[in-house]
């Protein structure tokens, strides 16, 4: 397979299309931003610890029933996958009170909730990917009312396929964002699940192993990550 010309150069990924007929390659940078692009850094060896993170679990969730775009991991960085028409609405679940969730409610983090909540952001870097909800979705023409309870009814699926998958490794899963694309008429998961876009808090020490170690300066970012790989990979 010969790589052509580079399509997207995304804060953490680049993507490049191929002499393959639906087949992409995704390349994954040590680049790492936070706060819109506005705290900039590399997080040494990251584009290669996430692609394998991203690799093992895109396999684990096609096991699990979830179609995703992930076709092979190609090397260190490289990562095959199905070409797609990216919807622009970001899929949060929380499992537990954090981040933005916590400042914009007063919550402390780690606060339990009732319920699991599913949240929806506007993809949109300029505007700093501002909450939506469904009324928006369609108000804009993002995706139709189907596409969206799709969307949604996988994201939970992924919520217990992935909270099962990290409890057995001693981590906790707290939250995360999921993309999907159109393709072929149906609904990929894209785009990646990796450190940098769930947390995920050691159960014992209670330990951040996440992105935001480096939004918030904690330290030891690349030692978390590896951890983080090591344990999807055993
Ligand atoms: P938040 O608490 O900052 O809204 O983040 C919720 C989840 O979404 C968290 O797991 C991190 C992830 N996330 C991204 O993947 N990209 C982003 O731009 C932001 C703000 C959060
Ligand atoms: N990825 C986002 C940015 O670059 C934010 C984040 O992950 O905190 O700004």
Not at 51 to 72: M, P, Q, R, V
Not at 142 to 159: C, G, I, S, W, Y
Request: charged share 35%; glycine share 8%.
């Amino acid at each position: 397979m010969k790589i052509m010309e580079m399509k997207y150069e995304g804060k953490a990924k680049k993507i490049f299309s191929t002499d393959v007929d639906d087949c992409s390659v995704m390349y994954f940078k040590d680049d790492a931003t936070a706060f819109d692009g506005k705290k900039k850094g590399t997080i040494e060896e990251k584009g290669v610890f996430n692609n394998k993170i991203a690799s093992e679990i895109f396999k684990y969730l096609e096991a699990g029933g979830i179609k995703t775009h992930f076709i092979e991991r190609l090397s260190d960085r490289e990562m095959a996958v199905k070409e797609l028409e990216i919807i622009m609405v970001e899929v949060i679940v929380r499992n537990v009170a954090a981040g933005s969730f916590s400042k914009r409610m007063g919550i402390e983090e780690g606060t339990a909730l009732k319920q699991t909540i599913v949240e929806l952001s506007y993809k949109s870097d300029p505007l700093g990917d501002p909450m939506i909800n469904d009324d928006y979705v369609f108000a804009l023409g993002l995706a139709t009312p189907e596409e969206l309870t799709f969307m949604k009814e996988e994201t939970l699926k992924v919520n217990k396929l992935m909270s099962d998958f990290f409890d057995a490794r001693g981590i906790f899963l707290v939250d995360f964002k999921l993309e999907f694309g159109r393709h072929k008429g149906e609904i990929l998961l894209g785009d990646e699940f990796t450190p940098d876009g769930c947390r995920l808090w050691d159960k014992k020490t209670g330990e951040k192993l996440d992105k935001d170690r480096f939004r918030r300066d904690l330290g030891n970012i690349e030692e978390s990550y590896r951890d983080v790989m090591n344990r999807v990979l055993e």
